[in-house]
């Protein structure tokens, strides 16, 4: 398996998954994505979409992640992505 394939490589996914709105996350090799911590809910008044876990659920599904490791002070439920 191959970490990286320019001839497979989308541009345009990658730079729109990484804008907040569309994830915040990136791909670095096939089933590892580096992420911004979702928030347990959504706040009120916030500017463009905050994630969830359960937003990103689907995602990591899609993308076959299958560990999650968390660098940054809990923010949400551990156990939505067990």
């Known amino acids: 398996m191959k970490w990286f394939d320019f001839k497979n490589f989308n541009v345009t996914s990658y730079e729109l ?6 994830g915040d996350f990136n791909e670095i090799i096939p089933g590892f994505i580096a992420f911004s911590s979702p928030l347990a809910q959504r706040p009120a008044g916030t500017f463009g979409k905050v994630y ?14 299958k560990l999650i490791v968390r660098l940054n002070p809990p923010s949400y439920d551990e156990k939505i992505f067990q």
């Open 17 to 22: 998954n990484s804008q907040k709105g569309f």
């Open 52 to 65: 969830t876990p359960q937003d990103y659920l689907p995602i990591f599904h899609k993308l076959g992640v």
